[in-house]
């Protein structure tokens, strides 16, 4: 079985600063997807962006960024010039390659706060 | 864009009543799935379903069931509710196939309280 594990229950970061989340993963698997989702104060959750484990080049999607290290089953979030927008849970995922393998596994979130 | 609606942001309900919680997804995706969300614990899987009369078993299924008789549609079904099951529930869907790294698309939620 998978797990995720994001040890940074709350954060918080002025804004135009940067900051990253950390997530950790456990997997015996080689090929996978990772994700970082983001949920706004009662919104909706929103995908932020998405690895895929056997690309090296790691995901970019405007100011956010990620760090993947495959060998350390590692997955941060890095978020350039923060914006007050960008206040939400954010939650790591983990999800399997292969046919039949539907299940997303989350790890517990970390909650942003950008502070003007 | 994919849409992804749940019938009630807000629901109360007593103890030992039955409980529908619906959703519905606009994209003609195959896989929908259920999520209770509590703090501290993230999103936990309670069922899914990649077609129309399938469904699986999640992470935490005990006090659930679903339907899905349409392929648009998935119902959480609490059959007989209580207390401990007051919670965020999260619909969500994705396309096929399983296993292809496809996101899932979330519904806005349904605050369910049980009194």
């Known amino acids: 079985a998978q797990t995720v594990t994001q040890s940074q229950p709350e954060m918080s970061v002025q804004e135009a600063e940067t900051v990253t989340l950390s997530c950790t993963y456990d997997t015996s698997e080689n090929n996978y997807y990772l994700f970082w989702y983001k949920q706004p104060p009662s919104r909706q959750m929103i995908l932020v962006i998405r690895q895929e484990a056997y690309k090296q080049q790691n995901a970019t999607e405007n100011r956010f960024s990620v760090n993947f290290q495959k060998a350390a089953k590692s997955f941060s979030l890095k978020i350039s010039d923060s914006q007050l927008g960008d206040t939400a849970m954010y939650f790591c995922a983990f999800m399997k390659h292969g046919a039949g393998s539907y299940q997303l596994t989350f790890g517990k979130g970390t909650k942003l706060s950008v502070i003007p | 864009d994919v849409k992804v609606t749940q019938s009630s942001r807000y629901l109360v309900k007593r103890t030992g009543e039955k409980v529908f919680l619906e959703c519905v997804q606009d994209?003609?995706?195959?896989?929908m799935f259920w999520y209770r969300q509590d703090p501290g614990l993230g999103l936990r899987l309670i069922y899914f379903?990649?077609?129309?009369?399938?469904?699986e078993k999640g992470d935490i299924p005990e006090g659930y069931s679903v339907s899905r008789e349409k392929k648009e549609r998935f119902s959480l079904i609490l059959e007989s509710a209580s207390t401990n099951q007051t919670s965020m529930y999260l619909c969500?869907?994705?396309?096929?196939?399983?296993?292809?790294?496809?996101?899932?698309?979330f519904g806005d939620g349904t605050r369910l309280s049980i009194l």
């Open positions: 969500a869907s994705s396309s096929f196939p399983g296993g292809a790294g496809q996101p899932q698309h």
């Open positions: 379903s990649y077609d129309v009369k399938m469904k």
């Open positions: 994209m003609d995706h195959e896989n």
